[in-house]
């Protein structure tokens, strides 16, 4: 959930209720709260109008900055809680294409490990 | 349905990396600029998962980079791995490349078919590790138990996408390495590689339906079990898809 959708949550807002204050589309308001247009691909007049609208400075609607692999300003530690929490368990939800095919499944699909691999000849090092 | 103690183990910094590592890594689709597939947007024919707001690097002649910051699954054999310093290699001149599965939280995504129907219900049958283009990654209360040093957190249901393996360096698994798989489940991880690579679906409808009219230029029959047989058909445009015969 972005930060601006938990703050029309909290306050109980609509979009539109939210876009008539600041003048602008509630289509605008919906694809920033959802996530669906981050909020920093938009104008800095289009965050700004939104934050005055309710009130709040605009760094209370900016999301915060994702975690990048390898950041050294961070510790390995602190690196991976942070991308955790980030990229773990928010955002989205996202419509994202099922890995499911088909209803029915294949003939491999039932059988364990062990029997899947029962036929391999033996030193495959299939558990290396 | 596996559970976390079966599943993962946890890994040191110094520990040799191994098929199934876990890591938070930067992966890159190179593509034509505007190009859809592979794009942000679903693609409900090609089936394409797309990773959402990727960031952009241009490339000149309209090309560009899309990097996705993810957590992925290391798929490469754990002797493919280590072959190069098993044959003497020093360490700067050992193969880089791992292949690696991005994968995908459940709180992240909103699972839809090909009419962009609603398949949260698919979460069951990937549970089950039944898709073979997916492995599941179960949740866990406190992730620090198995990543010590990393903050009390839990760890969402996920699943490693098969479908958008990529490669990587090592060196980059090995700065964020999160933990790993426990011996066991890269059996497992082993079994859906095997079906990933080896077994494609039947094809669906709209591929019959584009087919006919088309005139068959080569059949191949792919396997036998029963009273079934599947076979793999090349129309003369190109196309191809696989039916399954059945003796009455």
Partial sequence: MTRLATILDERNLTYTAVANRAHLQPRTVRQLATGETPIDNVAVGTVRRIASALSIPVAAILEPDVPHPGDATLSRAARLSAAIREVMWSGGPAAYASPVESAEADDIATLTTDEFFADMPAGDGRRA | MAVGPEVYRAVAESDELSSGDVAFLSLARTRLVGESPPGETYDPQGRIPAYPTPALLPLPHGREVALDTLFALVVTHSCEIDRQKNLDASAGHVDCRLTVAPIVPEPAVHLVGSNRDDHTVNWAAIEANEPVASLF???????????????????????????????????????????????????????QLARFFTWRDLARHELVEALIGRRVVDAIPLNARGDRLRVALTADDGSSLTIELRAR
């Fill in chain 2, 137 to 191: 990654l179960p949740p866990i209360d406190d992730v620090s138990e198995f990543a010590p040093g990393v903050d009390s957190l839990p760890w969402p249901r996920s699943f490693a996408d098969l479908r958008g393996l990529v490669t990587v360096s090592r060196g980059m698994v090995e700065a964020d390495r999160l933990f790993g798989l426990a011996p066991d489940y890269i059996g497992t991880l082993q079994r």
